[in-house]
């Protein structure tokens, strides 16, 4: 398994823009396909975006399409989200998530790896 470490969570207005990052261990990073979750209070862990290995290939919700964008760097083991025109219902817990198929499933049960969880707040 890896280990996750998100940062880049906080307080923003809407129409405001965050950047998310996931710094993870291990020699074969590069192997996973990598990720994003949200849960807001009450909810359930829903899916936001993923990519591949290479990064050639990604999946976005379709409530984040458009607006959110998630990259990686391979030679630093760091996956990004970038975040833009945030709206409240944005806000949620984001939680960093390596795996094998995700990307295809967007099943959180898919997930292998999980980070500790940002918090993103977006106020309107």
């Known amino acids: 398994q890896v280990q996750l470490l998100e940062s880049g969570g906080g307080l923003v207005q809407a129409g405001g823009s965050l950047r998310l990052s996931c710094a993870a261990s291990?020699?074969?990073?590069?192997?996973?396909?990598m990720g994003w979750f949200r849960q807001a209070p009450g909810k359930e862990r829903d899916f936001v975006a993923a990519i591949s290995g290479s990064g050639s290939s990604t999946a976005y919700s379709d409530s984040v399409k458009g607006r959110f964008t998630i990259s990686r760097d391979n030679a630093k083991n760091t996956v990004y989200l970038q975040m833009n025109n945030l709206k409240p219902e944005d806000t949620a817990v984001y939680y960093c998530?390596?795996?094998?198929?995700?990307?295809?499933?967007?099943?959180?049960?898919?997930?292998?790896?999980w980070g500790q969880g940002t918090q993103v707040t977006v106020s309107s």
């Open positions: 998530a390596a795996g094998r198929i995700f990307i295809l499933t967007r099943r959180s049960a898919d997930v292998g790896s």
């Open positions: 291990g020699r074969t990073f590069s192997t996973y396909v």
